[in-house]
């Protein structure tokens, strides 16, 4: 039986685990590529003990995307909860999604979901974030215009918005400034969706 450090053997196995979503972040927080060598030495393992814990080193970006996922959903959630009007809804959803990304770190974040091959295991993954970040958005949308076509215009618009604050984020702009800016900049365009259209209210 090979040597443990823990009082069992399954604890070991979630220690060493741990240990190599660890190493994994860092790894992808610093930019550098993800290899199995560079993970074993960051970890403090074997090269070869990885495959025990893992099918694969680009396991290791899920189970890092994995860490974030759900701290990111229960904020989302937990903000949008108590507001019951649609623009206010949209606007609390861009401001919890940017300080979410401050909180991240959404550079390497974005990068690491983008270089990640296309496993089945990734893909579920995606699936879940896109969840996370349209479906209360569009269902927002939907509300406020009472339009399909006119919520995904504006879902798309507010999307867009969304990714102009994370590039300020990432250029080092101050987080309640880039909030600011980008939750006024959203409420003009919910403000704008209410207004009547060719003689017919928009319904709120």
């Known amino acids: 039986m090979p040597k443990i450090s823990a009082a069992t053997v399954a604890e070991h196995r979630e220690n060493v685990l741990a240990a190599l979503v660890d190493a994994s972040e860092r790894i992808l927080r610093a930019g550098e590529p993800l290899t199995a060598g560079v993970v074993s030495a960051a970890a403090g393992i074997a090269r070869n003990s990885i495959y025990r814990y893992v099918e694969s080193v680009d396991d290791l970006r899920v189970l890092v995307l994995e860490r974030y996922l759900p701290g990111w959903e229960r904020a989302v959630t937990t903000a949008l909860a ?27 974040f974005i990068t690491m979901v983008r270089e990640a091959p296309t496993s089945a295991a990734m893909q579920d993954l995606a699936e879940h974030a896109h969840n996370i970040m349209r479906h209360p958005l569009g269902g927002a949308w939907l509300q406020l215009t009472g339009d399909a076509d006119a919520a995904r ?32 900049a959203t409420r003009a365009i919910v403000d704008a969706a209410r207004q009547p259209t060719a003689g017919k209210p928009i319904p709120r």
Not at 94 to 103: D, E, M, P
Request: charged fraction near 20%; proline fraction near 5%; aromatic fraction near 6%.
């Open 153 to 184: 215009i504006q879902s798309s618009l507010t999307l867009g918005l969304l990714g102009a604050a994370f590039q300020q984020l990432g250029a080092g702009l101050p987080l309640d400034d880039v909030i600011r800016a980008t939750a006024d």
């Open 82 to 108: 108590p507001l019951d009007d649609p623009g206010d809804r949209v606007v609390e959803w861009v401001r919890v999604n940017i300080r979410q990304a401050h909180l991240t770190g959404h550079g390497w």
